[in-house]
């Protein structure tokens, strides 16, 4: 999936967190399916090019030889636009 919308902001904190953790304010994104697993629950529904609703905080980036990819389970999926 790929983000819509928003970029991230800059937040200050007064502890310390990692370069690489990002604090999701918002509880839910809009996001683009990019691709649909052959193994998901949407492979039927969803198709490259949808926008979806998803929980912000349940976005996953992941690399995988040198690209980085952005994952969410079936389950956090709430709808579709």
């Known amino acids: 999936v790929s983000v819509v ?6 937040q200050q904190t007064s ?10 304010k918002k509880p839910f ?8 697993s052959s193994e998901s ?8 090019g949808d926008k979806i609703v998803v929980e ?4 996953r980036n ?3 030889f040198g690209e980085t ?3 969410v389970e079936d389950n956090y999926v ?3 636009l």
């Open 5 to 10: 919308g928003e970029q991230e902001e800059e």
């Open 15 to 24: 502890f310390y967190l990692p370069n690489d953790v990002v604090v999701n």
């Open 29 to 36: 994104e809009v996001v683009e399916v990019l691709d649909v």
């Open 41 to 48: 629950k949407f492979v039927d529904k969803l198709k490259a």
């Open 56 to 59: 912000g905080h349940m976005l």
């Open 62 to 64: 992941i690399s995988v």
């Open 69 to 71: 990819a952005t994952l």
């Open 78 to 80: 709430l709808a579709k």
